[in-house]
């Protein structure tokens, strides 16, 4: 599309078995932007939903040539679906939104509001989160401040990925190709002129949520090991500190000897102190892994994502690598 017939705003939504969602989706998105009064774009991606999701947005695209598709070969994740998302977005400002409407699409005006006063990204900061467990709470409390505490980055607090960023963000984070991201992270890495506004999250509209337990640390493993190098360091820091116990406990031990103390004969302690060493090296060894892993997946250089079928776009692909 050219500079020419660019749209306003672009609305990128990725879709995972979203089919009790899509309807009142759409319905919510086109009364807010029909209010606002600016030419849009709806982005879907159809991550690898095995319901009827990808048939429903297809059939939305020829309703409304304003929706537009692009279906996954398979499943690749939230956070890939985002980057697809920018990498097809057309638009001088792009909005990132879930399709469960936890995020309220009336939140948009707010944003193109502060865009237009010249911030470059918009971040939605949760005031309350309604419908979630304590839990589920608590643990997001403690993630967001312990990245922060562990990283360089200054990643706002309680927010997620429900943010506007404009055209030049968003072509430098077209740039930024790692295979494990994290998208709300990367966007504040690249910096830019930024701001949030606070709002109230809603109750899943329908359906399941699509961040169980298990995906949240998947998550959580990514946003620390590509922001923050402290648990390489901790290997350094309880490498110096066991080896000033070792020392003392030696120390103490020939002191102990000689002085025809029996406390320390026998094979317990060095039992309990060998499987401890070793314990402690398991883990850092898994740290390792985990850094080292995500070497590998970035040096083999596959496309991040790959799309089978694409409805409403005049070019037939997208940067993908």
């Known amino acids: 599309m050219t500079a020419q017939n660019r749209v306003t705003l672009s609305i990128i939504v990725p879709i995972f078995n979203e089919e009790l969602v899509i309807p ?10 029909d209010e606002i009064g600016v030419s849009w774009e709806m982005v879907c991606i159809n991550d690898g939903s095995r319901d ?4 429903m947005l297809a059939d939305l695209n020829r309703a ?14 939230h956070q890939l679906a985002i980057t697809a998302g920018l990498d097809y977005a057309d638009g001088d ?10 995020d309220p699409p009336e939140v948009i005006a707010e944003m193109l509001a502060r865009w237009r006063e010249g911030y470059e990204v918009v971040y939605a900061v949760r005031a309350d989160r309604q419908g979630e467990s304590f839990f589920k709470v608590w643990t997001a409390n403690a993630f967001y401040r312990l990245l922060r505490s562990i990283t360089e980055v200054d990643i706002p607090l309680d927010a997620g990925d429900f943010r506007l960023m404009d055209r030049q963000v968003v072509l430098t984070m ?11 992270g990367l966007s504040s890495w690249v910096g830019y002129k930024q701001i949030g506004v606070e709002y109230q999250r809603a109750e899943r509209y329908a359906g ?3 961040y169980p337990l298990r995906k949240m640390l998947r998550l959580t493993m990514d946003a620390i090991t590509s922001f923050s190098y402290v648990p390489l360091r901790m290997a350094t820091w309880f490498g110096f ?8 406990g030696i120390l103490v031990t020939v002191g102990l000897r000689l002085s025809g103390n029996s406390a320390f004969y026998g094979q317990a302690t060095t039992l309990v102190a060998v499987l401890f060493l070793g314990g402690i090296q398991l883990i850092f060894l898994g740290i390792l892994g985990e850094y080292l892993g995500r070497i590998y997946d970035d040096v083999k250089r596959r496309p991040l994502y790959i799309v089978a079928h694409t409805h409403g776009f005049e070019r037939p692909d997208s940067p993908q690598e």
Do not use: C, W
Not at 174 to 184: A, D, I, K, T, V
């Open 52 to 55: 009827r999701s990808a048939q």
């Open 64 to 77: 409304d040539p304003r929706v537009k598709l692009v279906d996954f070969s398979r499943n690749f994740g």
């Open 174 to 184: 077209r740039s930024l190709r790692e295979n494990h991201r994290f998208m709300r």
């Open 93 to 102: 400002a792009v909005v990132i939104i879930d399709a469960d409407l936890q």
């Open 241 to 248: 500190s066991l080896a000033a116990i070792s020392l003392l």
């Open 208 to 210: 399941e949520t699509k």
């Open 24 to 33: 009142e989706l759409y319905r919510r998105i086109t009364g807010v932007m």
